[in-house]
């Protein structure tokens, strides 16, 4: 389960909004400067796009929420459905070649470039989808500091 706390840069329609936060995993160990990680070289900061649920504002400071079956679940479209399609595309090219006398080895490879095109454009379909994006989605859980917090606010909510 990944949480995380971020600051909402822009609020979106339906229920979506912009947040950075601070990129714990790649960057977390080395010496990263203020320009960004010396090993990787990308900014130590990370802009995503969450689920907003609860409504929080511009420059709320928010917790984000990932459970890990969905992390893994995001992964798994991303990385094994191109995988399974080459290995699928490979031996399908292999049957279809020798079924119509060809070398297998002209089946095989272009049966693993097709295998593998149609596993990248089930990756972007899936993604595309608005039930399964939503469901891998990090979601806003709730609002740690609110921008909109005033003395007056602060006195009738939890503006803390």
């Given amino acids: 389960m990944a949480e995380h706390i971020g600051i909402v840069t822009k609020t979106e ?7 950075v936060t601070d990129r714990k995993s790649a960057c977390g ?5 203020p320009s960004g990680c010396r090993s990787c070289l990308t900014s130590a900061k990370m802009e995503s796009r969450v689920a907003n649920p609860i409504g929080a504002e511009t420059g709320d400071l928010v917790n984000i929420h990932l459970t890990s079956i969905n992390l893994l679940t995001g992964a798994a479209i991303l990385y094994l459905l191109p995988i399974l399609g080459l290995l699928i595309g490979a031996f399908t090219g292999v049957w279809a070649s020798t079924a119509f006398g060809l070398a297998e080895i002209y089946g095989s490879v272009g049966g693993a470039i097709t295998g593998l095109v149609i596993g990248y ?5 899936l993604d595309r989808s608005p039930g399964i994006r939503r469901q891998i989605m990090p979601t806003i859980t709730n609002i740690v500091t609110s921008n909109n917090c005033t003395p007056d ?8």
């Fill in 29 to 33: 160990g080395c010496q990263s400067t």
């Fill in 13 to 19: 329609s339906g229920n979506y909004a912009q947040v």
């Fill in 153 to 160: 606010v602060k006195k009738a909510s939890s503006c803390g």
């Fill in 121 to 125: 454009a089930a990756v972007i379909a």
